[in-house]
């Protein structure tokens, strides 16, 4: 008689998609960790996740799509820098260990007052340092003066970047598919 071996089914030995499937779950469980409560954290977390990748992707494709009207429809004209100046944001971040990350982000902007299609004085603001009382090239969307820009942003590099943008938000998106999906 063969020597005793437990298989956890009666005496008939498990099958290998049997045997993959139980090392699965084994791991699934281990894995869960503080978000055990029966895969609410994780759904939580995969909410949160795919949510905000996807409003980051909105916003990027709506930043492509007002990039090429304005560059295609967009009235162009010259206007006079009045006022630049700068604003900075400091955010601190403490990861599990303890370490302590700053970041610091300054953003320009210049106002600029420019004449529109009908001839009404229009004083707006818009991104980048542009010397005051220096010229500067304006693109706005016709019958809506307040929708301005440099024209320096409406570029091809202006493009690439929005574009490129699109193209790493929805690697995001994709991540959070991947994550839903366990791969």
Do not use: C
Not at 41 to 64: D, I, P, R, S
Not at 108 to 118: I, N, S
Not at 129 to 135: D, E, F, L, V
Not at 168 to 183: E, M, R
Request: hydrophobic letters at 40%; glycine letters at 10%.
């Amino acid at each position: 008689m063969p020597p005793y071996t437990p298989t956890g089914s009666g005496d008939r030995p498990r099958s290998f998609t049997r045997r993959l499937a139980a090392a699965r779950a084994r791991r699934r469980y281990r894995r869960r960790g503080w978000m055990s409560l029966s895969g609410v954290g994780e759904a939580l977390f995969g909410l949160v996740w795919m949510g905000l990748a996807v409003l980051f992707l909105a916003v990027a494709v709506w930043n492509v799509v007002d990039i090429v009207e304005l560059r295609s429809n967009g009235m162009r004209t010259t206007g006079t820098a009045l006022r630049t100046w700068t604003e900075t944001y400091t955010s601190t971040s403490t990861d599990a260990n303890g370490n302590t990350t700053t970041t610091t982000t300054t953003d320009e902007y210049t106002r600029v007052r420019f004449t529109d299609q009908d001839g009404a004085t229009q004083i707006e603001t818009v991104s980048g340092r542009h010397k005051p009382p220096s010229a500067v090239a304006l693109v706005y969307h016709p019958g809506d003066p307040h929708s301005v820009r440099a024209a320096s942003e409406v570029t091809n590099v202006g493009l690439g970047l929005a574009v490129f943008l699109v193209v790493f938000s929805a690697g995001f998106v994709l991540f959070g598919i991947a994550l839903a999906t366990d791969w």
